[in-house]
């Protein structure tokens, strides 16, 4: 399994040979064995990328995206057929549980809520009216606490009283950001299992082809918010999207184990895939900070 993100952030070409990645840019040439590669951002409109080097990426099951002309991540290359998927997997992932589905939005769900209220404590806030709401989650969350909370948490943590997320600040260009390379690494995740991201627990939208990707990382989202809450800029700059990329790097706790955040997203989406498919009857989900990190 790969462990490097590589990020292309000035004109380039990529292709492929003998087993690695070769970066042409103007300050010389890079190569990158394939198998190290666990993401691949080009960072800008202006490289050029051979299909024989976007195919070998895909063997690899490496997470490949590309921005558009806001520098914004916008479309992800997708391997449509892993090794390991089967007609009886997509079956199965057609027929999981609904009770099994809306008991794992629920701990999904009471985990986003426990992070961003530990969040507002990491910087001083206060969290009493959002533990509040945390104790009224239904099952499914019929009531909509998710949607409660992150209007209260927001303005809380950037310290503004009218903070949307629906604005085109900086802030919310970097949160964006960074929730996009979150995302395509849970749709690594689940593709390299044999399941399709389409077929959300929660999130169904046609026009989101990353559904079970977009449900299941909602508790590591709060990470994100953690790095840009501690940041001082005014706009989405290079450094700042670097910034954003290496604090996915960071050690957390797991279900009492430190690991990497990439490892603990690796066990995490496996352990809801097999909760999903009735391998598993009980599915601990607990994610902390690491003490003093």
Not at 113 to 137: A, W
Not at 220 to 235: G, H, I, K, L, S
Request: aromatic share 8%.
């Amino acid at each position: 399994m790969g462990w490097r993100s590589v990020i292309i952030s000035q004109h380039a070409k990529l292709s492929y040979a003998s087993h690695l990645m070769v970066v042409q840019t103007r300050d010389g040439i890079n190569q990158v064995p394939i198998e190290d590669v666990q993401l691949l951002l080009v960072s800008t409109t202006q490289a050029v990328i051979t299909t024989a080097l976007l195919s070998e990426l895909a063997k690899q099951n490496a997470k490949v995206v590309f921005v558009d002309r806001n520098m914004q991540p916008n479309c992800e290359l997708v391997n449509n057929y892993p090794n390991n998927r089967s007609v009886g997997l997509l079956t199965d992932q057609f027929n999981w549980s609904q009770k099994r589905k809306e008991l794992l939005w629920t701990k999904i769900v009471h985990e986003k809520i426990k992070n961003q209220i530990q969040v507002l404590q990491i910087y001083k806030h206060e969290t009493e009216e959002l533990s509040g709401e945390l104790k009224k989650l239904e099952v499914n969350d019929l009531t909509n606490r998710e949607a409660v909370v992150a209007r209260k948490y927001f303005p809380l943590l950037f310290e503004q009283e009218k903070f949307s997320r629906r604005s085109g600040s900086a802030v919310n260009a970097a949160l964006n950001y960074g929730y996009s390379i979150l995302l395509s690494m849970f749709d690594r995740e689940i593709v390299e299992r044999g399941y399709l991201t389409y077929l959300g627990i929660h999130h169904r939208s046609n026009e989101n082809q990353f559904n079970l990707g977009s449900d299941l990382m909602e508790p590591f989202r709060p990470v994100v918010d953690y790095w840009v809450a501690n940041q001082d800029f005014t706009e989405l700059t290079p450094d700042v999207k670097y910034g954003l990329i290496d604090a996915l790097n960071i050690e957390i706790t797991y279900c009492k184990h430190h690991m990497l955040l990439r490892n603990a997203i690796s066990k995490y989406v496996g352990d809801c895939l097999k909760y999903l498919s009735g391998q598993s009857k009980e599915l601990e989900l607990k994610l902390e900070s690491r003490k003093g990190a």
